[in-house]
């Protein structure tokens, strides 16, 4: 079965402008979680979707948006970047149970903002 | 506000020898908890769990302990591998948020 998959793995981008990236879970997966990994600040929660819907959501601005499709690929949306967007953004899968239950999380997309 | 604390960033340890990594959080509500390992330029992996009606959890090498009254988590590794070389995050949640609060990680050296 093939794991989770998020594209692009590396992007530079600069001030102001926006970014969307995608993530595709594993097959049979109805959610999608999203995560910022910063040094110093670990992992920290996006939102997540299930069924197209989202059902939980961090602490972030309004610039971070999301949404996920009818096959559960979902895709995440940064508007007017700043600096301190730079960071690596996780996606995980997992069955649609519990959020705390096992999740598979994909390699990464490296976000660099100049 | 960091509800969920590593306060080593770095551990290095001898093969053959203890790994312990800490973990410490604020919430009360938590009560379900887990580590995850991330090697460079991968995702990190589930490795093992625990609720919090338990103290102690076993799985070959791995083991958690949680100690509810002090607000405080640890994972043993026993023996530590050269392969366990990685970075460490514990995570938290309480199960009518839905979310998992995750800590800022513990980079574990194995040297042989």
């Known amino acids: 079965k093939a794991g989770v998959t998020q594209t692009p793995r590396y992007l530079i981008k600069t001030r102001g402008q926006q970014v969307t990236l995608s993530c595709s879970p594993i097959?049979?997966?109805?959610?999608v979680s999203w995560y910022q990994q910063t040094p110093g600040q670990g992992l920290q929660f996006l939102f997540e979707?299930?069924?197209?819907?989202?059902?939980n959501k961090g602490n972030f601005p309004g610039r971070f948006s999301g949404r996920q499709f009818s096959n559960s690929r979902s895709e995440m949306n940064v508007s007017t970047l700043e600096l301190g967007d730079s960071a690596l953004y996780l996606c995980?899968?997992?069955?649609?149970?519990?959020?705390?239950?096992?999740?598979?999380f994909g390699p990464g997309t490296r976000l660099t903002v100049t | 506000d960091q509800q969920v604390k590593q306060n080593s960033p770095s551990l290095s340890v001898q093969e053959g020898r203890i790994s312990i990594l800490n973990c410490d959080y604020t919430?009360?509500?938590?009560?379900?908890f887990l580590w995850y390992k991330k090697y460079p330029a991968e995702g990190p992996t589930f490795l093992i769990s625990?609720?919090?009606?338990?103290d102690k959890n076993e799985d070959g090498r791995f083991t958690v302990f949680l100690n509810k009254s002090a607000k405080h988590l640890s994972l043993h590794i026993v023996p530590s591998q050269p392969g366990d070389s990685a970075v460490y995050f514990c995570?938290?949640?309480?199960?009518?948020?839905?979310?998992?609060?995750f800590g800022t990680g513990t980079r574990l050296q194995v040297f042989p």
């Open positions: 919430n009360s509500m938590f009560d379900y």
């Open positions: 995570a938290a949640s309480a199960r009518n948020t839905d979310k998992l609060i």
């Open positions: 995980a899968s997992h069955g649609g149970g519990h959020l705390v239950d096992e999740q598979y």
């Open positions: 979707y299930f069924s197209e819907t989202q059902r």
């Open positions: 097959s049979g997966h109805r959610s």
């Open positions: 625990i609720s919090s009606i338990k």
